[in-house]
């Protein structure tokens, strides 16, 4: 039997620096808490498309990357993610045959279990902000999964990402 190699590492690599970098840019003081979770949306479409390829160990890397590009505790977004990644690993298969606005609703409710996972570990370190400004990038997310999903499977049937 022939396996079939992988392709498209590094468009998959390009995403998550694009997430990266739509993470920190900076944005004005009114829209700072309106930011969509970008790693978090590029991860979980990875997750669905390609499950054996992307999963916990990668969303354990984004997270200590964005815990150090942020200048938080060190794992709060590691953990948030993995769980995430976790989760979206184990229904996958039911998550794929949503239609986009179902799968939005999903994503809203993912996200709101990391947020909270984040408000609880700022939290606990005595920085947390008001519950309102956490849940608002859940919502944005939710938004705008339509077209980050759109977007990348285009580009992963362009690149032939396998």
Known sequence: MKFAKPQGSGVIALSFIAALTLMIIPLPEWARFLRPEWISLVLIYWILALPHRVGLGVAWCMGLLLDVMRDSLLGQHALAFILIAYIVINIHQ?????PLWQQS????????????????TKGVIGEAPGIWYTLLPAVTSAIFWSVVFVLLRHIRRLYKVS
Do not use: N
């Open 94 to 98: 039911r998550l794929r045959l949503f």
């Open 105 to 120: 609703i999903v994503i809203f409710i993912l996200l709101l279990v990391q947020t909270t996972i984040i408000f609880w």
